[in-house]
Structures are given as structure tokens and as C-alpha cells.
């Protein structure tokens, strides 16, 4: 078994995936319709809790991925399927939209969001990475972190034919880089991947989405609800350009923790790749890419500041969650 799986990643095909568990009376209605599907759409219950909700919808935009082995591939499609997802979808953006509150300037624009970012004061994980945490706590956090890590840069790859020219062009050269610049073994999601297995984890795509907690779905469910939607193309680029410029040192941060707790090169290589890269890729994305498209399409530069917010107020709850169960906050 052992020997299949390191087959399969270095040779880059991907591992199988499962429906994950079901988290209450929605997502366990969508799970068995997938399952037993051809057969009508039942009336989809209302979700009992945000977790029930959030895994669904989880679930249904992995259909636009790479799918699960115990569902047909032609659900991705499916009315209602797809009826549910939206509904689902007007719920989560309801409750983003909620937590934005538009910046005073928003000129010049590079300035204004490199502030903007600079000025959102969160929790930071890496932070105490770097300090204070523990082998369980890290592995804890690999495994939360892998959910989105194994599909690096996916959901904004779904933005490259939406958009004109001068950000095309740059968002194809940040993601050239994030898939590998022509290299299988230098693929962000596949270097994440030989970290994963060197610390002992498993690699799989989607190994440990039981675990994920609200917020960790919910981060990852606001990437593909930008990802997904043509209109939501600021807000894909703004999320983009908020990770980027966050990502350098804290990834310095991860690096310098982990050699402190001894994890192994494979690991610590995934984050000190990310310490140059990111500090090129914060550069494109708030300048080449979101620059470029508000010069473009003026009127999508509140969309690109709620996608930067959101991205970083998902962090800071991921962020938050994580420290206090660990006593840490
Ligand atoms: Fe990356
Ligand atoms: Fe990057």
C-alpha cells in the first residue's frame, strides 16, 4: 500500500478520494443521492449546522476538481446538483459579504491594497509555529493545511480565460511558477505532497477533510466560490493578491519552526520555496494581475478589496480556532 502511494506521487497521478463524512442531515441527503445516483433529486433538507452545510458544498465543488471515486463523473452537471450548490453558494457569500466593510481609499490602487493587506492585524499561526509549538500541534495543522495546500492554485486557475489581456498574461506567469514551471517535482501542491509524506502523513488529495473544522471548509469554499464564478473575478484575484502578500515571511516563519522541531527537509522545503517565490508573487498579483484588471475594468475594485478581506479574515479564523484549542490564543 505504501509502495502504490509513493508510486503514485511520483509519477503525479492522483490518489483515490472517498465522499467524506457526512456532518448532518444535508450533507448525509447529497451523499447517498451521489452515491445511488441515477435517481431524482430528493428535496434537499434545510442544513442543520454550518458544518453540515459547509461540507456539502465542499463536496459538490469537488465535483468541478477531480471528483471522488464513488461518484459518477457526469454529477458534476447535474440541475440538481447544482440547485443545491447554489443554494448553498447565496448562504456563504451572504455571510462574506456581511463581514466586509469597503476601505476609505482605495487610491493609488497598489499602495491602497498593500496597505490595506499590511493593516489587517490577525491571529498568526506561524508566528507560533516559529516559537512555541508542538510536534502534534504542527502535524495537526499539516493535516488542516493540506486540504487547500494538495490542490495549490487550482481555484485560481479557473480565472485565466476570464480575463483580458495584461492580467492574463501575469496571473499565467505566477501560476507557471505554482504548477512547477514545466517540472512535475516542483509543483508547490506536489512538493506540499513529499513534505506530507515525509512527516509521516498521509499525501493523498483530500486525506483529511473529516478533520477540518468550519473554518478551514469555509476558507476553502470561498476560494472555489470565486474561483467558479466569472463574476467574482476581482474577488479571485484580490483572495490571490491577500495570500501572496502574506505568505513570505510567515512561510519564513514555518520554515524556521520546523527545523526547530526537527521536521524533515522535504517539509521545511515546501515553505523556504515560498519565501522567494512569494516575495516575487506579491509583486504580480497586487501590481501586474489586480493592478491590471482594475486599470481594465474599473468598476471591480470593491470586489478585489472584499476578496483580499476575505481571504485574510478566513485566515484569521482559521487562525484564531486553531490557537485556542490549542491554549495558545
Ligand atoms: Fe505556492
Ligand atoms: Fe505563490
Known amino acids: 500500500m505504501q509502495l502504490a502511494r509513493n508510486a503514485a506521487l511520483l509519477q503525479g497521478v492522483p490518489a483515490c478520494m472517498l465522499l467524506p463524512k457526512p456532518r448532518g442531515p444535508l450533507s448525509q441527503s447529497l451523499f447517498q443521492a451521489l452515491r445511488e445516483w441515477p435517481g431524482s433529486a430528493p428535496a ?7 458544518e453540515d452545510a459547509a461540507v456539502a458544498l465542499w463536496a459538490a465543488y469537488e465535483l468541478s476538481y477531480r471528483g471522488f ?9 447535474e440541475p440538481g446538483v447544482l440547485e443545491l450548490r447554489q443554494r448553498l453558494e447565496r448562504d456563504l457569500e451572504g455571510r462574506l459579504r456581511d463581514r466586509y466593510r469597503p ?21 498568526s499561526l506561524a508566528a ?18 493540506s486540504i487547500y495546500h494538495l490542490k495549490e492554485a487550482d481555484p485560481t486557475a479557473w480565472m485565466v480565460s476570464r480575463l483580458p489581456v495584461a492580467p492574463k498574461a501575469a496571473l499565467v506567469e505566477l501560476l507557471y511558477d505554482e504548477y512547477g514551471a514545466g517540472d512535475p517535482n516542483r509543483l508547490h501542491s506536489h512538493l506540499f505532497a513529499k513534505g506530507m509524506e515525509a512527516a509521516g502523513l498521509r499525501a493523498e488529495y483530500g486525506a483529511y477533510v473529516d478533520e477540518a473544522p468550519l473554518e478551514v471548509l469555509e476558507q476553502n469554499n470561498a476560494m472555489s466560490l470565486f474561483g467558479l464564478h466569472r463574476r467574482w473575478r476581482g474577488a479571485a484575484l484580490g483572495h490571490l493578491a491577500a495570500f501572496e502578500a502574506t505568505s513570505s515571511l510567515p512561510s519564513r516563519r514555518m520554515a524556521q519552526g520546523l527545523e526547530r522541531l526537527g521536521f524533515a527537509p522535504e ?13 516575487v508573487h506579491e509583486q504580480l498579483a497586487v501590481r501586474s494581475i489586480c493592478g491590471a484588471l482594475v486599470e481594465a475594468e474599473p468598476t471591480l475594485v470593491d470586489d478585489v478589496f472584499f ?16 490557537l485556542t484549542q490549542w491554549g495558545a490564543a
Open 44 to 50: 434537499w433538507p434545510r442544513a442543520a449546522d454550518g
Open 69 to 77: 471515486d464513488d461518484v459518477d463523473d457526469g454529477l458534476e452537471w
Open 103 to 123: 476601505p476609505e481609499t482605495t487610491e493609488p490602487f497598489a499602495e491602497a491594497l498593500f496597505d490595506y493587506i499590511a493593516g489587517h492585524d490577525g491571529h
Open 128 to 145: 507560533h509555529v516559529q516559537r512555541n509549538a508542538t510536534d502534534e500541534q504542527v502535524l495537526d495543522l499539516m493535516r488542516l493545511r
Open 267 to 279: 517539509l521545511v522545503g515546501y515553505y523556504t520555496e515560498h519565501v522567494e517565490a512569494d516575495a
Open 307 to 322: 476578496g483580499a478581506f476575505t481571504c485574510l479574515d478566513l485566515e484569521d479564523r482559521v487562525a484564531g480556532r486553531l
